[in-house]
């Protein structure tokens, strides 16, 4: 389906931050994109030399956690996780208290993150890692939040022989556009900056169990998820529009391709 069309669907039939939370832990429940991601997060965390001072914005579950904290849980000294939705951001808080119970400092803040990150500025909260992970797709001017986050690791850094602080943003790849670019020409002046990218980052969702079962519901709400809008309410011919769209894209044993990038900023 044209992104022309999906974008005025989603403006037509957008999802309810309850309809989102539901279907989120179905989402979640048949994703294998977090392998990838934690095992870039878990390589760095144990080439820290220092303790991990992390503020995770959009952190939703916290899913790239449980890899991070089998690895490194003791690398962690503090966590400050950012959600927007209420039941999600009730769920980040059981993970949280399960995976870093003995962690000295721990905040979880269910506030409207792009808006969170601002005021975050006006803090003097130490942090050498920022995750942005699958959080861009809804919001206006990522490059602006990017760039507000990136403020966030040199407000503190006075010692240059203090280590890299780095934010990693993680999100899928066919709708990157033209933010890398973008990126890239910001920080081209700014030698402190370096920008690593890496692409086909492997990922899928494992729809065989629910295509066995015939549970269209799911299939729905996993759909919802992966276009961003609420495929209950579409009429009949732009719903068979989006599942044939999602079909063709479906592997013979009924995977579902979710390839990312990785995006990699460090601050010297």
């Known amino acids: ?28 429940g048949v994703s294998h994109e977090y392998e990838a991601i ?27 956690l449980k890899e991070l904290t089998r690895v490194a849980r003791d690398k962690i000294v503090l966590y400050h996780g950012m959600e927007q939705n209420t039941m999600l951001a009730k769920e980040l808080t059981k993970t949280i208290d399960e995976l870093l119970p003995s962690c000295p400092f721990v905040q979880i803040q269910q506030a409207k993150w792009p808006h969170a990150v601002d005021e975050e500025k006006r803090h003097q909260t130490y942090y050498n890692l920022i995750l942005m992970s699958h959080c861009l797709y809804e919001v206006p001017n990522r490059l602006h939040h990017i760039l507000t986050a990136m403020l966030l690791l040199t407000k503190d850094k006075q010692d240059p022989e203090e280590p890299p602080k780095t934010l990693f943003v993680f999100h899928r790849q066919n709708d990157i556009g033209s ?36 549970d269209d519901q799911k299939i729905n ?42 995006i990699q900023l460090t601050f010297q």
């Open 1 to 28: 389906m044209q992104q022309q069309k999906l974008r005025a669907l989603r403006q037509l039939h957008p999802l309810s931050a309850d309809d989102f939370a539901k279907y989120f832990l179905i989402f979640v």
């Open 179 to 214: 933010l890398i670019p973008k990126l890239k020409a910001c920080i081209a002046s700014d030698k402190r900056w370096t920008m690593t990218v890496t692409e086909n980052l492997p990922g899928y969702l494992d729809l065989s169990n629910l295509n066995e079962e015939k």
């Open 221 to 262: 709400m996993l759909m919802s998820i992966n276009y961003g809008l609420n495929v209950a309410m579409l009429n009949e011919q732009d719903k068979k529009g989006l599942l044939s769209d999602f079909q063709s894209q479906m592997t013979p044993s009924e995977h579902f391709p979710c390839l990312n990038v990785c």
């Open 38 to 64: 934690s095992q870039i997060l878990s390589q760095h965390l144990t080439k820290l030399s220092t303790g991990c001072f992390m503020l995770d914005i959009g952190a939703g579950l916290g899913s790239p």
